[in-house]
């Protein structure tokens, strides 16, 4: 949890989608959708409907901390950790 805090607050006050999460954290969808979803049902995450940048693409999900995500994220380090895929070491 403390990658994809990480990742939220390098985006803050900024809203970012779900891919860009995927690549900035590493993790895959099996893991990043439930987390993010708890997390938004606990009020550390805002969550938004996009509309599509171009013609024929889907609308996406983008996600953002709340204040008291980002509150969560000082006080867990997360906002001073840097964001490390989860592969880059393998």
Known sequence: ???LLA???AEAPGW???YG???STGLNSGALCPA???MTELGLVAAEWREPTA?????RHA???TAAGLALAHEAGAASAPVVPAGAFA
């Open 36 to 38: 993010l979803m708890g």
């Open 1 to 3: 949890m403390l990658t």
């Open 63 to 65: 996600y953002r901390l």
């Open 16 to 18: 970012i989608h779900g």
């Open 21 to 23: 999460l995927m690549n």
């Open 55 to 59: 013609p024929g693409r889907p609308p």
């Open 7 to 9: 990742a939220l607050v």
